[in-house]
Every structure is written in C-alpha cells, then in structure tokens.
C-alpha cells in the first residue's frame, strides 16, 4: 500500500512554511507522495474573505512543480458546501482503499484541532505527522498535548523533526498589501502569480 502524505489548507497563498512540512514529512518518513489538497470552502474562515479557489489550486500547483513527490489533489476543492477534514478524510479512504494516509499539520494545529468538526474523528481515522514546536505562553509542552489526545481520542501522533518556518499567509497577505517584499517567503513564481494577479491588494503599478 503507498504512503500518501495529506497536505491540507487554505493555500492562501502557499508558502515556504507548507513545503518544508511536505518535504521533511516525505523524506523522515519515507512517503510515497505528499498530495498539496486545497480547501473549498473552510467553515473556520466564514468570517473573512478566502481568495477565489481556481487563484490558490493554481498557486499550489506553481509552488509544487518541481517538488519530487508532491502532487496537487482538487479531492477536497472539487465538493460542494462546507468542507471538513473529518468528512474528506473517511472520503479519501473510501476512494483510495489501497493508499495509507497520513495528516501533516504544524503544531499549531495540534493546540487547535480539538475546535475541528467531530476532531474525535479526525484523530481516529489517520495517523498524523506535526512538525516539532514548542510553545512558551498559553500552551502545554506539544510532548504533553501529544499524550494527552492521544489518550482522549486514540491519536496516532509522530513528530516531524524540522523547525516550522515562522510564517503565515496572513503575514504574507498584508505584506503584499504593504508593499513589503514576499521574496523570502513564497516561492518565486507563487510570487510573480501574485502581482500579475493583483491579489492582496499588490501593486502592479510599477
């Protein structure tokens, strides 16, 4: 059975961050392939404006192009409605019965998974792969909250043994809105895709 590594998210935009989780998981753990599977429409983000879906699968597909082992996945895009990992996940198996897959997140995730729909579902239906963080404020130790869903939801949890690179899209975003350059935090054609598209705001007028 291939091992396949989920790489789900807005994307909005995709960044460094996201493929160094999609690499480190894939060689420490030897995957198959990491599939970069962006969201239709994420419930959890109904209070501000999420990009155009058609704008971030092709983003995703410029920033994984020339990534061995990555592929890009429309499985979640491509339904209808609000889009939930607990339902995307028990759909996945059911499409690919001969695949394992396994869930990559950073840790943040870790500290937020249990607001997730039916999180009970998401940890018991696949193992997952966090990247290796540690929180100084307003966290438990992540070796504890590992134990600790482990033991509430039968988690299967392995670490991923990178440092998370100290990014987010909603720093990319503003920053584009700013004017600040992205260059160190995008790949390059995630970039040029970016000003030729005008999204966040990016001046083009230069």
Known sequence: MA???IM??????VHDGHLLLGRQAYTEYCLDSVWFMPSGQPPHKRDHHVTDGNHR???VKLAIKDEPGFEFSDFEFRRNGNTYTAQTMALLKEAFPQHNFFYIIGADSLYEIESWY????VMSSV????????????HRPLKDQITRLSN???ARISLLHCKEMDISSAQIRQAVKKGTSIRNLVPHA?????????????????
């Open 3 to 5: 091992k396949i590594g």
């Open 8 to 13: 789900g998210g807005t994307f909005d935009p």
């Open 57 to 59: 699968c092709a983003m």
């Open 118 to 121: 039916h999180p009970e579902q």
């Open 127 to 138: 193992p997952f792969l966090v990247a290796e963080r540690e929180y100084e404020k307003n």
């Open 152 to 154: 509430l939801y039968g």
């Open 190 to 206: 995630v970039g040029e895709y970016i000003a030729a598209h005008s999204l966040y705001g990016a001046d083009t007028s230069e």
